[in-house]
């Protein structure tokens, strides 16, 4: 009998008492609004990152949205993006009514590189390069601007133009929700930072009559009390890293592990597997569906070799700070028994 609750989550937040405090000891100053915590977090994250141009903003998602505004896609451009990913990579280009152009992915769902080169054309005007499950996907330089959805991954990343990164609730590093945009250029940065608060300046625009603005801009900005969570998340990494990394490799040494995610398994029964997990308490999910399956993508199954083969074993187990050893040779135990 499958059971209703699981005793080992999918996913976990890594929210610890520090985080709890930041957050109390936030709300009790004058000013919550985005000011000088969030510069503070900034500056700290792009340590960490060993980047320059840091941006926070409310949300991974409005990561994305200002890098396609920043790359001016309009009506008709092609965008190569990977057809297996969160839908939030692909949903702001359905409302700039760029050309989506699917391309395949590898064993470990990251989006593979041979593909996209077939696809490239004279209106390709960006690849967007997913980093799924904590894995750095290497791109190739092609000529073409590169945006990096990061929203799955914590670490640097190489030669793209735009990187946005993800706090949300299941991240790696959480501030509840929020997000991050990484500017390689300063151009795209100061222009960024324009975006993020309705096209305003916000160091010059105080008490200043003669303040204009020239391009229409959204509200994005993060606020003191994520950023203050964000902070001390940040500390807390240096215990949580090592900590994962232990449970990685161990369950790359019961599974048999050979590259891509640890946590990533194909089974051609998968349906029955998942359902003798559920029963044990332990809780799997596909994650991310095939993005031209939905409707609004077209709703047409494409002619991608490699994703319609993994599209009926894939399947994903438990991973997150809050695992233990015993956890992790339990659930191996477990898919062992039954794969």
């Known amino acids: 009998m499958i059971k209703n609750s699981f005793n080992i989550p999918l996913f976990y937040p890594n929210v610890s008492d520090s985080m709890r405090h930041a957050a109390y000891e936030s709300l009790g100053e004058r000013f919550i ?3 000088k915590t969030v510069e503070d977090f900034e500056m700290l994250l792009g340590n960490y990152l060993r980047v320059q141009h840091v941006l926070t903003v409310n ?3 409005s990561a994305l949205e200002l890098a396609y505004h920043l790359l001016d896609l309009k009506p008709g451009d092609e965008v190569i993006t990977p057809v297996y990913t969160c839908t939030a990579t692909n949903i702001p280009l359905v409302r700039r009514n760029v050309k989506i152009i699917f391309a395949d992915v590898k064993d470990n769902l990251l989006m593979d590189w041979d593909d996209v080169e077939k696809k490239i054309s004279k209106k390709t005007k960006a690849i967007i390069n997913v980093h799924l499950f904590n894995q750095l996907n290497e791109h190739r330089n092609l000529g073409i601007p590169i945006i990096g959805d990061a929203a799955q991954y914590l670490g640097e990343t190489h030669g793209e ?3 946005a990164y993800s706090f949300q609730a299941t991240k790696i590093l959480t501030t509840v929700d929020g997000g991050a945009l990484i500017c390689k250029r300063r151009k795209d940065y100061n222009r960024a930072k324009l975006l993020r608060w309705y096209g305003i300046d916000r160091e010059t625009s105080k008490n200043n009559i003669d303040m204009d603005i020239t391009e229409a801009g959204y509200k994005y900005s993060m606020n ?3 950023a203050a969570i964000g ?3 940040l500390n807390d ?3 949580i890293h090592p900590k994962v990394l232990s449970l990685q490799k161990r369950y790359e040494k019961l599974l048999g592990f050979q590259g891509g995610s640890p946590f990533l398994i194909h089974s051609k029964n998968r349906k029955k597997l998942a359902a003798k997990l559920a029963a044990q308490g332990i809780e799997t999910s596909l994650v991310h569906k095939r993005n031209d399956r939905y409707s609004l993508f077209g709703g047409k199954r494409q002619n991608l070799p ?3 083969r993994l599209e009926s074993t894939y399947l994903f187990l438990p991973c997150h700070s809050h695992l233990t050893m015993e956890n992790v040779e339990f659930i191996c ?3 062992k028994k039954y794969l």
């Open 33 to 35: 609004g985005q000011g």
């Open 59 to 61: 949300s991974g998602t």
């Open 161 to 163: 133009r735009l990187t």
């Open 224 to 226: 003191n009390v994520t």
């Open 231 to 233: 902070i001390a998340g």
């Open 237 to 239: 990494l240096k215990k």
């Open 306 to 308: 490699n994703m319609n």
């Open 333 to 335: 135990n477990t898919v």
